[in-house]
């Protein structure tokens, strides 16, 4: 589902809570950490692009519903806010397993504020959608993942990295990451 363009404000912010952590891809204006409230970061989308196929699928991050996420919220310069909005719509959008939306986030800075921000959460009504599935299902899915955008441990491990370099400690992803650290990540190497 996308948005409409008057649905979408001039004065943009846009919310990152996986690889747009540590490759956002597009100009912005500012970086401020950030939380939404009502939804938790989440391994819940079978990726059969960017980090996977549809014979091989990876695993990647969703926004799904419950809890808070800690992330950060960038703020688009108006002169790039179409530019912007057509290149995430290229790679979240790219089978349609997320849902676009405006929601409220909290910026983290001194003082905290609200702003609404451009925000990707998983459809759990879409066949890609992967939330019920065990640690091992996981790991065993992220160390087979390799698409258009790399192998896949390498997107867990560097998500993480960018989290712990915010302060902020997702557990069930680091403990997904200090397995994938381990013996079994068999030939995908990751790269900086």
Not at 80 to 102: C, F, G, K
Not at 170 to 178: I, P, Q, R, S, V
Request: aromatic share 8%; proline share 6%.
């Amino acid at each position: 589902m996308k948005l409409a363009p008057d649905q979408i404000p001039e004065d943009l912010w846009v919310f990152g809570y996986g690889s747009l952590l540590w490759r956002p891809g597009f100009a912005f204006t500012e970086r401020v950490p950030a939380r939404v409230t009502g939804l938790h970061r989440s391994l819940c989308v079978y990726s059969f692009v960017h980090r996977g196929t549809p014979e091989r699928p990876g695993l990647v991050l969703g926004l799904d519903r419950g809890g808070a996420c800690r992330g950060i919220a960038f703020r688009v310069a108006p002169a790039e806010r179409d530019a912007t909005i057509h290149y995430l719509r290229e790679r979240e959008q790219a089978t349609s397993v997320y849902l676009e939306m405006m929601r409220g986030v909290t910026l983290l800075g001194q003082p905290e504020r609200r702003v609404q921000a451009l925000t990707y959460v998983v459809d759990r009504g879409h066949p890609q959608y992967a939330g019920k599935l065990s640690i091992d299902e996981r790991l065993n899915l992220i160390r087979q993942g390799h698409g258009r955008s790399g192998p896949n441990p390498e997107y867990v491990l560097a998500t993480v990295a960018e989290l712990e370099s915010l302060g902020c400690r997702d557990a069930e992803l680091h403990a997904l990451a200090e397995r994938l650290k381990g013996p079994h990540l068999h030939d995908a190497q990751v790269t900086t």
